[in-house]
């Protein structure tokens, strides 16, 4: 093993995917949709951004720290965030080959959303956006999903029916969620189903009050 600081990160993916069934359980469908996209999150970022690595590494961490404090991988990331040497470029290679074993769907119960389905989910064009709001450029705060195929991709219920601006709500809770850092997370938690909502976010958009929709998100990043 080299000396790029790749090997605690290694160990702890290794950890990962042999307890990846309690892992699962104990994350909860929701947080578990959210590992698999901050992982995916690792992998896009560029190798020679090392800066960039890290801080994505480190958003794969903090979901881990709601798993149960008796938990093995739980107690091996409160170890590793105190003591380890930052991840090197090559941890994007480990963090894809367990982002892979991860998404395959258990022996029973449905399959989580991946990250095909959230490409998959309607959307808009950089242009199509701009032609919705009459602006020169996205709007900041948007989610904004790179697709190498297709292009970039704007999740189209940020948007009203029928045009205009961003919903002010989506907005806000963009922000709460750092979707300028992590827009596969962001992504994720707006159309994954929510316990606390009984839906999917992103479906409840003008059906729930906008403050129940904030407080959902505000639980989520403050792991109530």
Do not use: K
């Not at 069934?21 to 995916?40: H, I, K, Q």
């Not at 801080?55 to 794969?60: F, I, L, N």
């Amino acid at each position: 093993m080299d000396e790029s600081g790749d090997e605690p990160a290694e160990e702890l993916f290794t950890l990962i995917a042999a307890h990846r069934t309690t892992v699962r359980e104990g994350l909860g469908d929701e947080r578990y949709a959210l590992l698999l996209a901050r992982l995916y999150a690792l992998v896009a970022v560029p190798c020679d951004d090392t800066m960039e690595v890290r801080r994505a590494y480190q958003y794969v961490c903090r979901v881990l720290l709601d798993l149960p404090h008796d938990h093995p991988v739980r107690d091996a990331v409160g170890a590793l965030r105190l003591t380890a040497a930052p991840p090197g470029p090559g941890v994007a290679v480990g963090a894809r080959e367990l982002m892979a074993l991860l998404s395959a769907p258990p022996p029973a119960g449905p399959a989580l959303g991946t990250t095909d389905e959230l490409l998959g989910a309607a959307a808009l064009s950089a242009d199509e956006v701009c032609a919705r709001s009459g602006a020169g450029a996205p709007e900041r705060g948007l989610i904004r999903l790179p697709d190498p195929v297709g292009g970039d991709r704007y999740p189209e219920f940020q948007f009203p029916e029928g045009g205009g601006s961003p919903h002010e709500v989506v907005l806000e809770i963009n922000r709460l969620l750092l979707a300028d850092l992590d827009p596969w997370g962001a992504a994720a938690w707006w159309l994954s189903g929510n316990t606390w909502l009984g839906g999917t976010p992103a479906s409840l958009l003008g059906q729930l009050p906008d403050a129940q929709l904030v407080a959902a998100a505000t639980a989520l990043v403050e792991g109530d």
